[in-house]
């Protein structure tokens, strides 16, 4: 996929490139204010050349190489650079790939809305995926803290967007656990880890092994794993839900994929490239969290049960699946591992398609709640076989993407003997089959409950199909990533 | 006069050239005429400190002798790595402060007041720096009650605003006086039984005395005057009254550099003077400076938090920054020495842009700045806002700030010395922080503006040293390269110097 491209940059430029123009974006859009049109033609256009560049930069990853981008010394031994990583070229293609669809949904979203302060949401849009960009090409843990902050307060003004009580609140919220947790918890592992081993660089296998105590592995793992608030793991999950307070297109890409990936990303990676899966494995510092990542998982499904909200629903349920991923690096073993990258990007085609489907009922038909729902499925046919689509995916019925990802934790946990996990994963499959049918059951095999008008609205149908697709495409064309998901997993 | 005897005297320059301007400034009839003298004393003031900057980096400990009488007898100066970093931040500091002064304090004063403000605000700039130079004792308290009797001048002007700036600056005048009369009282004490006055003397001569108790006793003096003068909790309570009563500009001078200088002899006594008895000094630090450091940390936080009006609100925001600068010197490795003077210069960067900011935003609205009186200010001033935001997510400490560098350093510090309790409550305060902070933000931005807020406009007359501190709180967390490594010099030449 990356040969025809291959002679126009060298992977450094691709970094720069794919870091640049998000930003640029960003910068650009308050200027081109007064004309709508250019505006809103920003940020798909720019989503498209980050995504030929993340492509490039994957590419070259595919080839055995690191590319690599140094900025500048911050300070003695500690350079503010990037250097991506198998997983981070998995998670930035995911981040830009994903941009290029809810970048057209957002403006459709936000014209058929009649929303106000576009311009200001279109901003620090594009300013948020250059921070999952960097995150995700960050080449230390240092880089990669940085661009976590940045991350939390560039969707501050998106979570607060409406301006209302309810908003400001939320935004309180997320606020305080995100920053709150990343400053207590995991500042102080990331400098703890710089103290012992006198880096913070990602090093395949891990650089903490000789450097600390067997039996102080499970709190430092800790310390990470609540640290890291972004991976909503319980019990510090309440700011996503809060977070749906946002306009959807902030819900669909940054609260389903590029926040949220960023945070169960940051513990891959440190599962990965810090502490080593074997040595994490050995010492046996991340049984705890297997069974806290369990809980999560079938916790967060019952309370998505409990949803009317259709976008809360989704909200539970991202919870109950990024402890999948979670889960997946607390095993601890190349399989599980594999999974996990494979599901940061299986989960996120599906659950964006989600998100994109309840907004698109939303600016056509002004419904929330899945029990208003009824009957709806003849009014917008295509909306809702997306979803049905997303959720098979997410659900981990083959011949759907999610299948992939499912398939290789499964395997991670029989290596493990960890037959109690199975059982977790096949009780959760159960209850997603239920919360994630239940809306398209409704739609299209209830009688209509109440008349609504439905508006044509095609900027928000097509992003839905299109990623809907996706995870189709996923299921048969998954040979790349599984590569690159490989060579992480080593 | 040659080049090479301009060199010589640099010292005395620093300390010299505010002091002289200073009562040229008050004969000056025009207020703006003043000013420039001001803008001129402290711009040299900078070429000074920088110069002194680049002689103790090629590892050069400048001493110089007033008027030629040799120390024990004569006056000494002494300028280490210490000394001339603390030098850099306070007169970089100052001299933006100044610049910034240039509208505020005269929109803020009577019009004849304004010459006899910038003399006095000349001579505290001249004691702050004499502080830093002298090498000593008493001649140190001749410049604490300088630059102490100057503040209180300065901070009584607010009184043209605010009838309560008078309380404050009496307050002021009052602990100040407490705190340096404890100082010169412990200096009494130590100079009864080594007969000395001159720092390195003494910090030769006390470990050879026999009266232990006697340098406990003076020891105790010292540092506890200082404590006061520095504002470290609980002996802070002139400050908060002192920072928010005080004119915009004034306000902005102190905030940057007055406690730092008082800190800075702080570490001086403990690590110079005493360097010599460690068991004297870890009895102070671990015992008095590390947990009063931690109490002011957590106390100004929340105060803080629930304090409305925004100058008061820095003002306890001020006396837990302290807490994090004197706890990194409590802790007294070189690491820690090095976070509290990274400290001091990210704070004064931090607290400088903040008061201007606050300054800026009171110039327009022409009211004390509150909480409330804030909604809307993000959409009516949004540059004087954005720097506010810049300095304000520094304070916090939020990666890619200075402020950011200071927390690293500091909680690297704490984890090597294995203080994970101490780390964790630090953290646990940054995170606090927040809090406030973003109560400010959320006000700014999110709430919609107030009805009489419609009026307000941008005041571009501050943006330069508004912009010049915000931008440096951004570049100093980038490439921060020279400050940690001029704080490691300083920190080393501290412990060095104590043998």
Sequence with gaps: MTQVITPLMSSETGILIGLLVPLLVGLVTPLLAVRSLWRDAAGPLGAVVTFVAALHVAGAVLAGETPRLVLLEFVEGLRFEFAVTPLGAVFGLVASGLWIAAGLFSVGYMRGNHEKHQTRFAAFYAVAVHAALAIAWSGNLLVLFVFYEILTFSTFPLVTHKESKAARDAGRLYMSILVGTSVVLLLPAVIYVWVKTGSLDFVPGGILAGHVAPEFVPWLLACFAFGT??????????????????????????HAVAVVKAGVFTMLAVVVYVFGIDFLAESGGSDWLVWLASFTILASSFVAISKDDLKARLAYSTISQLSYIVLGAAIATSSAAQGSALHIVMHAAGKITLFFCAGAIYVRAHLTKISELDGQGREMPLVFIAFFLGALSIIGIPPLGGSWSKFYLMLGAMERDLVLVLAVLGLSSLLNIYYLLEPVQRAFFRPKTRQVEVTSQPLTVVPPVATATLSVLLFFFVDQINALAKLMAG | MSIYALFNNLPALLVVVPLLLSPIAALIPSGRLAWVTALLGNGISVIAAMLLCSVTASGIRITYFLGNW?????????????????????????????????????????AKDVGKAYAAWLLACGGLYGLLMTADAFNLFVFLEISALASVILIALGAGQDRRALIAAYNYLVIGAVGATFYVIGVGFIYAVTGSLNMADLAQRIPDVEAGSIIYVGFGFMVAGMLVKAAVFPVHIWLPAAYSYAPSAVSTLLAAIATKAAIYVLARIIFTVFGGVPEVTALALEWVVVPLSIAGIFVGTIMAIYERDIKKMLAFSSIAQIGYITLGIGIATGAGIAAGFIHIGNHALIKGGLFMAVGGIFLATGARVSVDSMAGIGRKMPVTATAFLICGLSLIGLPLTAGFISKLYLVRALLDNQNLLIVGLVLASSALSVVYLWKIVEVMWVRPAQVDVMEISERPALYIPLWVVAISNIWLGLDAGWLVGAAEAAAASLLGAGG
């Design chain 1, 229 to 254: 608030g972004k991976a909503a793991l319980m019990p510090f999950h309440r700011w996503l839900p809060a977070a749906m307070v946002a306009p959807t297109p902030v819900s669909a890409l940054l």
């Design chain 2, 70 to 110: 040799p120390p024990p007898w004569g006056i000494e100066f002494v300028v280490d790595d210490a000394t001339s970093l603390t030098a850099m931040v306070m007169a970089a500091l100052a001299f933006l402060a100044t610049l910034f002064a240039g509208r505020a304090l005269a929109s803020e004063i009577a």
